[in-house]
């Protein structure tokens, strides 16, 4: 079964400064997604990015970037010129590809709090 | 234009009641789900469908019951509940391969 770990329960950065939020999985596919989902207080789950596996090239949303190391399972999140609205819990998941008995279901990290300080 | 839609948005009740939480999506999307989200913020697949067909049924309690009346509709029925079933629980749509968009969840109090 697939597991996804992040190891940072906490994190706070400057407003305008950049942050990287860890995460790390464990899988024996080849073929995967994996995303970073952004949890506000509101509570809703807003999509932030989303990268193929089998794509080399890192994925970039505007301020968001993801550092993808496949050969070390890491999946990183770096947040450019942090912004008061970045304040929420972050959430990365990993995904099977299409076909896969495990279905199309998400499997959680932990989530890791962010606070932007003015 | 709500994409992923959930009524209600807060439920309160009595131990050993009966309970339902209604799921609506606008996107077209032929795969929904529902994730348990408990006290310490972490999410947890329960079931997802795909064009009705139940095609995932994680480790829950049978007093939880998925019904799919629709594509557009997985409602979450919960018999006989406990202390434990309070949590946020979500739904979720998606077209099978692709990204999963969250409705606004549901708190459930048991009290």
């Known amino acids: 079964a697939q597991t996804v770990t992040q190891s940072q329960p906490e994190m706070s950065v400057q407003e305008a400064e950049t942050v990287t939020l860890s995460c790390t999985y464990d899988t024996s596919e080849s073929d995967y997604y994996l995303f970073w989902y952004k949890q506000p207080p509101s509570r809703q789950m807003i999509l932030v990015i989303r990268?193929?596996?089998?794509?080399?090239q890192n994925a970039t949303e505007n301020r968001f970037s993801v550092n993808f190391q496949k050969a070390a399972k890491s999946f990183s999140l770096k947040i450019s010129d942090s912004q008061l609205g970045d304040a929420a819990m972050y959430f990365c998941?990993?995904?099977?590809?299409?076909?896969?008995?495990?279905?199309?279901?998400?499997?959680f990290g932990e989530g890791t709090q962010l606070t932007v300080n003015p | 234009d709500t994409a992923v839609s959930q009524t209600p948005k807060y439920l309160v009740t009595q131990m050993g009641n009966d309970k339902s939480i209604k799921c609506e999506q606008n996107?077209?999307?032929?795969?929904m789900y529902w994730y348990k989200q408990d006290s310490k913020k972490f999410l947890k697949i329960m079931f997802s469908?795909?064009?009705?067909?139940?095609?995932i049924n994680e480790t829950v309690p049978n007093r939880f019951s998925p019904k799919s009346p629709d594509k557009a509709h997985l409602n979450l029925h919960i018999n006989s509940l406990e202390l434990g079933d309070s949590a946020v629980y979500f739904c979720?749509?998606?077209?099978?391969?692709?990204?999963?968009?969250f409705g606004p969840g549901t708190r459930l109090t048991v009290t």
């Open positions: 979720a749509s998606s077209h099978w391969a692709y990204e999963q968009y």
């Open positions: 998941a990993y995904r099977s590809p299409r076909g896969e008995t495990s279905g199309s279901r998400l499997t």
């Open positions: 996107l077209g999307h032929d795969t």
């Open positions: 990268q193929e596996a089998y794509k080399q």
């Open positions: 469908y795909n064009n009705k067909e139940l095609i």
